[in-house]
């Protein structure tokens, strides 16, 4: 009888069962999503509107960008709804839905991080080529291709939930959102073919692009060392240094949530990391560019006033 049972939504338990901390998280997650929104509109509009800011790191900066917004407002405005209603649940398409947008943003931000590493490779290791190989055409392609291997990605995975079968007493998810190893655990029919298929998608789509990634600033760093000059160094690795901290943020997080064995022991670190590539990092990276990169620093200081701030 209840694997007959039509499951038509499900309960996310979120992060924490007390009211005053779901309050707490409200609020909190809330600024989050603020300054994530403020922070990569104010990234997209600089890189697009600024003359000084029209080459290829920045178009992928502002795509970068545009992935950051897509990726929290799947997440975080359902998180905020949960925090302050009486009725913590989702819909089962609904939960379909944010689990397939979470892969494609997901993956489209990888490639887009490797693209950046790619661009970073050639400026750095053959700077007198770097208009030559980084057209427009070019650029417009790579970010082009990111998302298309993110659909690809999404494809692979989130739309076997649809031939899932949900038991009536397997409907809690303990998480704040539809992340698909926690849906895969709810499943009442085999899921072994879906963890392989995770497997080697996350093999193929998440870490060709970190392999790409690595091996460009295995380069860049190869490259830098070799300058004789200490001021020659420090200037070829600021322009990189900024993206390599992003890179770092994000793959840790990432590698450590989905590639370590599932454990009850563990389902709090996995929130944690969960929170920090997918609702921290896209708030961080306009902040990391703005802190770190002189251009974007004047930029938005001449868009939006000259503050202390950008000084």
Known sequence: MENQTVITEFILLGLSRDRHLQMFFFFLFLIIFLVT???????????RTDSSLQNPMFFFLSHLAFADICYSSVIVPKMLENHIGKQKTISKEGCIAQSLLIFQVADAE??????????RYVAICDPLHYTTVMKKEICRNLVSGAWAMGFLYSLMNALSLLNF????????????SCEFPSVLALSCTQTLTNYIVLLISVLVFGFSPFLLTLI???YIISTILKIRSAEGRRKAFSTCSSHLIVVGLYYIAAFFRYMKPSSESLMYLDKVMSIQYSILTPMLNPIIYSLKNKDIQNALAKKFGKCKFFK
């Open 37 to 47: 929104l403020l922070g990569n509109s104010a990234i997209m509009l600089v890189t």
């Open 216 to 218: 460009s600033y295995t």
């Open 110 to 119: 990888v490639f887009i991080l490797a693209a950046m590493a790619y661009d």
């Open 165 to 176: 079968h949900f038991c009536q007493n397997n409907i809690i998810i303990d998480n704040y």
